[in-house]
């Protein structure tokens, strides 16, 4: 009916009734026909049967501009949305989308031709950046609500907010350090000692000085003579009225190991003699019983009377006399380096005992 619109304006000859309240604006209409350019065959408005036909029906749609038919599927849509976004042509039906893949297709198809009527229920009319977009100017301060600002007014507010807007951001201040340090917990102190104490360093450090501590002593020892501390074997013990008749004196038992007797016991006569305090056992130290007037060996029970003769136990021998002697200063001298025994008959000689008159 169009090609014979635009070939000759002759009448159709289909038999739909010609409007009759329309037939004096017909000849305008054909004017305004005859005023197009050529239309491409429109596709007919059949439901499309596949694929094929839709992307039929969208290069066609794209190639001659013509309103498609209302799709039906997410592939008639996408098809449609990609038809519009290239060829900027008609906006698509306003049907409304089954499913996700058809909102987000009609939103990118509104996007790509420049935005249009948003969809009810999308998010573009309610988003916050379309809510900022949409708010009106602030207010001037100072000024009614509703009432019109001044040029003047508007400028003073335009100037302030530029110059609210460049003037440089305050540096940030550094935050102070506390001035005292918090002082470190118990444990905290006992385990930073204690990990102090225990560093290799120091361990390290402290053998090194030990080290040298021993060194510096066995070189002081090495300097010294080597000599031995021992006692004279030669010394005075007093007067001989310091030892009255039948007296034992252990004074120098503990420091010089003798006994200092007078007696006349012996042979009869009045003398004083030093005995040793060696066993003759084993060696042991015997000790003076004044109660039982005898030495009383403790290791293995041996006795001796006060003149040193053994009269118990297993000591084989008497005791034996150092030399005693009478210095030139009148006091008794002892010699220890001098040995008396009773058995080889040596108690008779004068360096072994002191006769006192
Ligand atoms: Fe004195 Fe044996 S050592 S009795």
């Not at 031995?228 to 004196?249: C, Q, T, W």
């Not at 380096?337 to 005992?353: C, V």
Request: aromatic share 6%; glycine share 8%.
């Amino acid at each position: 009916m169009a090609r014979k619109q635009k070939a000759g304006g002759a009448e159709s000859t289909s038999p739909e009734p010609a409007p009759p309240a329309d037939a004096p604006a017909e000849p305008a209409a054909e004017a305004a026909t005859a005023a197009q350019p050529p239309v491409a065959p429109v596709a007919p408005a059949d439901k499309p049967k596949s694929t094929s036909d839709i992307l039929a029906a969208a290069r066609a749609q794209k190639a001659g501009g013509a309103a498609p038919a209302a799709p039906k599927s997410t592939t008639d849509i996408l098809a449609a949305a990609r038809a519009q976004k290239a060829g900027a042509g008609p906006a698509a039906p306003a049907a409304k989308p089954g499913s996700t893949a058809d909102i987000l297709a009609a939103a990118r198809a509104q996007k790509a031709a420049g935005g249009g009527a948003a969809q009810p229920g999308t998010s573009s009319a309610s988003s916050p950046a379309a809510a900022k977009k949409a708010a009106p100017p602030p207010e001037i301060a100072g000024l009614p609500a509703g009432s019109k600002p001044s040029v003047e007014a508007m400028l003073k507010a335009v100037r302030t907010g530029d110059a609210a807007a460049t003037e440089p951001p305050k540096p940030k201040l550094p935050v102070k350090a506390s001035a005292a340090p918090k002082p470190p917990a118990k444990g905290e102190s006992r385990r930073s000692f204690l990990d102090t104490v225990l560093s290799p360093f120091v361990i390290g450090f402290t053998a090194l000085a030990a080290w040298g501590a021993i060194g510096s002593l066995a070189a002081a020892r090495f300097m010294m003579p080597n000599t031995v501390l021992e006692l004279p074997s030669r010394f005075k013990i007093g007067s001989a009225s310091d030892y009255p008749l039948g007296m034992v004196s252990e004074k120098y038992k503990a420091s010089r190991g003798i006994w200092v007797v007078h007696t006349d016991t012996y042979d009869g006569r009045n003398i004083i003699y030093a005995l040793s305090t060696v066993c003759t056992h084993l060696g042991c130290t015997p000790n003076w019983l004044d109660a039982e007037q005898k030495f009383k060996c403790p290791c293995h029970g041996s006795g001796f009377y006060v003149n040193g003769i053994n009269f118990e136990g297993p000591a084989p021998r008497p005791l034996e006399r150092v030399g005693l002697r009478v210095s030139e200063d009148g006091q008794l001298e002892v010699d220890k380096s001098l040995k008396f025994q009773e058995e080889l008959g040596q108690w008779t000689d004068e360096k072994s005992f002191v006769q006192v008159s």
